[in-house]
């Protein structure tokens, strides 16, 4: 009942389709940002703006904490790594072929980013090193793939790009997390990431066997044509149940969303399962993770803290500095262009800065720093790529 809703606050919430509806709305505001023909604006970064313009930054119209918004933003956030996660095809020819020349750049990377995020960490008095390393040394598959796929690059400097950025993802995404939580929960936190793994393998052993009956092929053809669904039905249940695990045993769900979009695109997922796949998280769950991320962070915090501003910058920086060296020392070819590709980083700081804001880890200044600096790598990642497509 809402009948004393100014005289007791504690207990008042607003309408949740009230808030939800904003919410949609807000998350709309990133591709219509992105839609011009020659716009650079990212569609998240629109939605994580929208977000802060009703959020905690703005006009404060909603609260991320209240209704059903954390069960929102835990499954946008589980979504969002899936989504990461299916563009990791470890079978395919650009990773085989790009694997022993991307894992040495990975190797190049972390070296080179030791010293920084030390360095940093200290002189701003951050801590954490091993997350700033983790964060250096991160790129982002789920910006950096969507743009050689629609620009039709190829070739073997795209498949060392290629290969770079999916290990860079596979690793960054279970190493992260650790950099966030205390020296007594690294044991629990890497047995439940295991386990995780492990359960996916199973999973992904059973699903490639059964995949061969009949009877489930039949079962599959009359779900089509019934419209039951029953391969999306089947990839959110199979995220919900890692989820569960990460949940259970301290682990990351970074890595129960990734494991479960490495699980699907190893299955062989169908341009079917892939649109309703997309549909369900590019279309609802993921843009209100970066609503509701953008309407938790404290961008009036960040401005005024002339010290997360150095951090955002410095983190910045850093991360195109220690990709270019990888790309300078390992790259055969256009090492500067795939150097400025491979620097891309979003998903990870955003996931890093919602993990921060929850466990208490990182002041609020700090967290949206993080955003800002991954934001601000796309601008020199947009760069490379564009000079790799116009040279292809």
């Not at 682990?251 to 549909?279: C, H, K, N, T, Y």
């Not at 998903?347 to 890093?352: C, D, T, V």
Request: glycine share 10%; proline share 6%; net charge positive.
């Amino acid at each position: 009942m809402w009948s004393t809703p100014h005289t007791d606050p504690v207990t008042y919430e607003p309408p949740m389709f009230r808030q939800l509806t904003l919410l949609v709305a807000a998350g709309l505001v990133g591709p219509l940002l992105a839609s011009g023909r020659r716009s650079l604006i990212p569609v998240v970064i629109g939605e994580l703006a929208a977000g802060a313009l009703i959020g905690k930054t703005g006009f404060q119209l909603i609260d991320p904490h209240t209704s059903v918004f954390p069960v929102f933003y835990s499954l946008g956030f589980a979504m969002l790594m899936m989504t990461a996660g299916t563009h990791i095809d470890l079978r395919s020819p650009e990773i085989k072929s790009g694997a022993p020349k991307g894992t040495l750049a990975i190797l190049v990377v972390f070296i080179a980013s030791v010293p920084l995020g030390f360095g940093i960490g200290t002189a701003l008095g951050v801590g954490h090193p091993l997350l700033l390393i983790v964060l250096l040394a991160g790129s982002s598959a789920a910006v950096a793939f969507p743009f050689i796929e629609e620009r039709g690059l190829t070739g073997p400097t795209v498949a060392y790009l290629i290969a770079w950025i999916a290990i860079a993802d596979s690793v960054t995404v279970v190493l992260m997390p650790l950099g966030l939580t205390g020296s007594g929960k690294v044991v629990p936190s890497l047995t439940g990431d295991a386990l995780i793994v492990v359960i996916g393998l199973a999973v992904l052993w059973a699903a490639l066997r059964i995949n061969a009956y009949a009877l489930l092929k039949g079962t599959v053809h009359k779900s089509r044509s019934k419209g039951w669904a029953l391969q999306l039905r089947f990839s959110v249940l199979l995220l919900l149940a890692l989820a569960s695990i990460a949940e259970g045993t301290g682990a990351s769900l970074l890595v129960a969303g990734f494991v479960a979009g490495m699980i699907l695109v190893r299955i062989g997922e169908p341009d079917r399962l892939a649109l309703q796949i997309s549909g369900v998280a590019n279309g609802f769950f993921v843009p209100l993770f970066f609503v509701l991320l953008g309407a938790e962070l404290d961008l009036r915090a960040l401005v005024s803290d002339p010290k997360a501003i150095a951090f955002a910058v410095a983190m910045a920086v850093g991360a195109v500095v220690v990709h270019l060296v990888a790309s300078l020392i390992t790259g055969s070819s256009r090492r500067v262009a795939t150097g400025l590709a491979a620097s891309a980083q979003l998903g990870l700081p955003a996931a890093a800065a919602s993990l921060a804001i929850a466990s208490h880890a990182l002041s609020p200044a700090i967290a949206a720093a993080l955003v800002a600096a991954g934001c601000i790598t796309l601008a020199p990642a947009t760069v490379g790529a564009a000079r790799l497509a116009a040279k292809t």
